[in-house]
């Protein structure tokens, strides 16, 4: 069964701390993803990444940085957490090319989410 | 500024009917698009997905539908199952990288 886990479910942070979020697949899946979930604005893009150690900025990068050093592990790192990074936080990975279902889908790990006092 | 927008926040409908799920988008380059649903305290998962070079994908209980002039999709769930009620967005590609702009959901509660 294909599985992309997340360290945490819940999490509770102060306002300038450093947040490390992990996210882990076990697909052997090139592209990894990093999104944020709030209400009425649906999954916005903050990272990908397309092999080891590359990275590509998404729709709304500030205040985040990603790393990446092995292919299953894929990290949202928050410099200096604020309360409007309070939010769900969702990791997905795919595979490159073209499945049976055409292009490939991204298979979303359970989630974290994340509270900035 | 989204350009996948899901108008309708909210969706009620008896067991058994069908339920209709719409989607617009504004970007004309959007080759591929995608329907995920999600329940409470779980990621999105794929439902089904339709190529810009077709307007109707079925699997089972799901037909998807675009209308490229439109710049508008649709998700037909028939009948409708009380296993249905969940968060379902609509999402859309524009490179092979498999880059989602997702819309803002629409939640889906089927009623006995």
């Known amino acids: 069964d294909v599985k992309v886990t997340q360290s945490s479910r819940y999490l509770v942070k102060r306002t300038g701390e450093k947040v490390f979020l992990e996210c882990v697949q076990d697909m052997d899946h090139e592209n990894m993803f990093w999104y944020r979930q709030d209400p009425g604005l649906g999954l916005r893009l903050i990272y990908f990444s397309y092999d080891v150690k590359m990275k590509e900025k998404g729709d709304i990068p500030e205040g985040y940085s990603v790393s990446r050093e092995k292919k299953e592990r894929f990290s949202l790192i928050l410099e200096s957490a604020s309360t409007n990074q309070t939010s769900m936080y969702l990791c997905?990975?795919?595979?490159?090319?073209?499945?049976?279902?055409?292009?490939?889908?991204?298979?979303f790990g359970p989630g974290t989410r994340l509270t900035v006092l | 500024d989204q350009q996948v927008k899901q108008n309708s926040p909210s969706l009620s409908v008896q067991e058994g009917r069908i339920s209709i799920l719409n989607c617009d988008y504004t970007n004309s380059m959007f080759d591929y698009f995608l329907w995920y649903k999600k329940y409470p305290a779980e990621g999105p998962t794929f439902l089904i997905s339709?190529?810009?070079?077709?307007d109707k994908n079925e699997d089972g209980r799901f037909t998807v539908f675009l209308n490229k002039s439109a710049k508008h999709l649709s998700l037909h769930i028939v009948p409708s199952q009380p296993g249905d009620s969940a968060v379902y967005f609509c999402?859309?590609?524009?490179?092979?990288?498999?880059?989602?702009?997702f819309g803002a959901g629409t939640q889906v509660v089927v009623t006995p």
């Open positions: 339709i190529s810009s070079i077709k």
């Open positions: 997905a990975s795919s595979s490159v090319g073209f499945g049976t279902s055409g292009r490939n889908e991204q298979f």
């Open positions: 999402a859309a590609s524009l490179d092979s990288w498999g880059k989602l702009q």
